[in-house]
């Protein structure tokens, strides 16, 4: 059993600062890569930023050089810095990992439960 907690959504004006956090937990030997995606209201969800465990990244076109994505490997987390946040970026931002649990099992698609990021403009 995996449980991934996502915090750090809110309002927030277009051109102001959110740090997202999501903290892995349960039956976990390693974590691989760990991505945030987010979902608007009448949109498919999409990819924000991924990093592997050796901390390469990689961005969607729409949050390069605004966000930055980060992982603390000791602590199972995941980080996502957003700025110059844009009325556009309003949405649910999810956590998803690829771990190998403490048995040996490679798992794939772990979800957060999301949290809300609303930018008023």
């Known amino acids: 059993q995996v449980q991934l907690v996502e915090s750090g959504g809110g309002l927030v004006q277009a051109g102001g600062s959110l740090r997202l956090s999501c903290a892995a937990s349960?039956?976990?030997?390693?974590?691989?890569?760990m991505n945030w995606y987010r979902q608007a209201p009448g949109k498919q969800r999409e990819l924000v930023a991924g990093?592997?465990?050796?901390?390469?990244?990689n961005y969607a076109d729409s949050v390069r050089g605004r966000f930055t994505i980060s992982r603390d490997n000791a602590k199972n987390t995941v980080y996502l810095q957003m700025n110059s946040l844009k009325p556009e970026d309003t949405a649910v931002y999810y956590c998803?990992?690829?771990?190998?649990?403490?048995?040996?099992?490679?798992?794939?698609?772990?979800w957060g439960q999301g949290t809300q990021v609303t930018v008023s403009s």
């Open positions: 998803n990992v690829d771990l190998l649990s403490s048995d040996w099992k490679f798992i794939r698609d772990q």
């Open positions: 349960g039956n976990i030997l390693r974590i691989n890569t």
């Open positions: 990093i592997t465990r050796g901390s390469a990244t």
